[in-house]
């Protein structure tokens, strides 16, 4: 299954809300989950089954599905939300991951 | 404090063989299926292979398969990957990563996401 992430980049003010896409080639019943990695750091959880906040996150992160299409959403981006952004898709072996949005402040 | 932590990355010429190991802290892996994720530089995250709980279990991405091999030693809360006749394009940081909630229902495996991540090792593979 590929996962198709937009935009690749994006830059952004602090306070803007910030939107990322992924969309499926086929089918995944909402088994997405997404990611978040700092520069030199391992990733790390932040949502799964498309729109469940991971324990911790921050309420400023949301996550929705329509079809095989799905959004991430930073509501108010803050200066330590920079970072490159995953997806990633567990309804088939091999699992497969977005190419990752790298978000930067403006 | 939980944590896994990768070791045995190194440096190594093209056809070579390396074994990474992945030790886990604060947490019994025996009940989890776990994951290998490497990322080349620069590059994005690319799921490995995942082996269930029990060993019993073994699944590869399509560049991987029949070069590496994923075990573990519950006994020892470790994980492998034997990595065998490497290629400059297996150069990466190579993750270990315990499935959230994976589990098996008789003889079907099911995988999810990765909750728990290790900091990674580097695998550099170059003449």
């Known amino acids: 299954i590929q996962m198709t992430q937009s935009p690749s980049s994006l830059s952004a003010s602090v306070g803007d809300r910030v939107t990322i896409t992924c969309q499926a080639s086929?089918?995944?019943?909402?088994?997405l989950s997404w990611y978040q990695q700092k520069p030199g750091k391992a990733p790390k959880l932040l949502m799964y089954?498309?729109?469940n906040l991971e324990t911790g996150v921050p309420s400023r992160f949301s996550g929705s599905a329509s079809g095989t299409d799905f959004t991430f959403t930073i509501s108010s981006l803050r200066p330590e939300d920079v970072a490159t952004y995953y997806c990633?898709?567990?309804?088939?072996?091999?699992?497969?991951f977005g190419g990752g949005t790298k978000v930067e402040i403006k | 404090q939980v944590q896994l932590v990768e070791s045995g990355g190194s440096v190594v010429q093209p056809g070579r063989s390396l074994r990474l190991s992945c030790a886990a802290s604060g947490i019994t892996i025996s009940s989890s299926a776990m994951h290998w994720v490497r990322q080349a530089p620069g590059k994005g995250l690319e799921w490995v292979a995942v082996i269930s709980h029990d060993g019993t279990n073994k699944n590869y991405g399509d560049s991987v398969k029949g070069r590496f091999t994923i075990s573990r030693d519950n006994s020892k809360n470790t994980l492998f990957l034997q990595m065998n006749s490497l290629g400059t394009e297996d150069t990466a940081v190579y993750y270990c990563?315990?499935?959230?909630?994976?589990?098996?229902?008789?003889?079907?495996?099911?995988?999810?996401?990765?909750?728990?991540w290790g900091k990674g090792t580097t695998v550099a593979v170059s003449s």
């Open positions: 086929q089918d995944i019943t909402n088994s």
């Open positions: 990633q898709q567990y309804d088939t072996l091999p699992l497969t």
């Open positions: 089954d498309a729109s």
């Open positions: 990563a315990r499935d959230a909630r994976g589990y098996s229902r008789g003889w079907t495996y099911y995988y999810y996401y990765m909750d728990i």
